[in-house]
């Protein structure tokens, strides 16, 4: 597979709109190394795309500008490669459309048939906003492990029931194909046995040296606290800052979790 992907490797600049240059790769090619199965997922979800760098040209071949929000169901059977999709949004440069609508609807079109699943897409951006979580990060502790992620550092005390929301920005793991660095902030919301709070800053810093896609770490910090601490209620985002003009947001959550609003990260 990482043969066929344009990471990595040089690729011509698209001159002409080609939804042929969006890669889809299969969502159970991660799972099935986590234990998840497509026919029984434990979490609902989307991946949310923001695009900072969207052009085309109007009927009379002026230039228009925008930006986008993309939203990827997480049952879609496929994901979007980033590379990929950065590719498909610049073949629009040199297009002709004779109404702004006429791209929205195109590119909701083209993501929904490489998904496998309806694709969300509207202009412009969610706001800025800060976490309200409880930091993580300030802890006073020592670290030694960067990777492969190491659930054995998550504890849970189940004669104390919590519900709390945690927030970490030192995500880090790597992209599979170049090895370049993925940053990302963090958010746990939870109802159940209370977490050890130095352990879970601990797992979250053994993916600092794992190689996976970005929609692949959040699943499997949803399933590993599942596994471990056993919440009645899980919610998992992480907000991954830009690259090549776009950044990913993926969400799993329990099945009680409202889809949360829509917010870009101080970073992104």
């Given amino acids: ?18 939804p042929a240059l969006l890669f889809p790769i299969a969502r159970a090619l991660g799972r099935s190394h986590i234990g998840l199965s497509d026919r ?33 169901p997480a049952h879609s059977p496929h994901l979007v490669e980033s590379k990929s999709l950065k590719l498909y949004l610049n073949s629009y440069n040199a297009s002709r459309y004779d109404s702004d609508e006429a791209v929205r609807t195109q590119i909701a079109a083209d993501l929904s048939a490489a998904a496998g699943a309806p694709v969300e897409v509207a202009f412009g951006l969610p706001p800025v906003q800060g976490s309200a979580a409880l930091s993580l990060d300030e802890q006073d502790l020592t670290v030694d492990d ?27 793991s790597n ?3 170049t090895g370049q660095p993925d940053w990302a902030r963090v958010d746990i919301a939870y109802r159940g046995p209370r977490l050890d709070r130095a352990g879970l800053l601990r797992y979250l810093v053994s993916f600092r040296d794992h190689a996976e896609f970005h929609e692949q770490c959040v699943e499997r910090i949803f399933a590993d606290l599942m596994r471990v601490a056993a919440p009645q209620s899980l919610s998992v985002e992480a907000r991954y800052t830009r690259r090549g003009g776009l950044d990913i947001n993926p969400w799993r959550a329990t099945a009680d979790f409202l889809r949360p609003l829509a917010h870009r990260d101080e970073r992104q």
Avoid at 1 to 18: A, N
Avoid at 58 to 65: A, E, H
């Fill in 40 to 72: 029984a997922l434990p979490f609902v979800g989307v991946d949310r795309w923001h695009a900072y760098e969207l052009s085309w040209l109007d009927g009379r071949g002026k230039p228009r500008m925008a930006t986008a929000t993309l939203t990827v």
């Fill in 146 to 172: 960067y990777g492969p992620p190491n659930a054995a550092h998550l504890a849970a005390d189940p004669t104390v029931v919590v519900e709390e929301t945690l927030s970490s920005g030192l995500l880090k």
């Fill in 175 to 177: 992209c599979p194909v």
């Fill in 1 to 18: 597979m990482t043969q066929e992907l344009p990471l990595g490797r040089h690729v011509d600049y698209p001159r002409h709109y080609d």
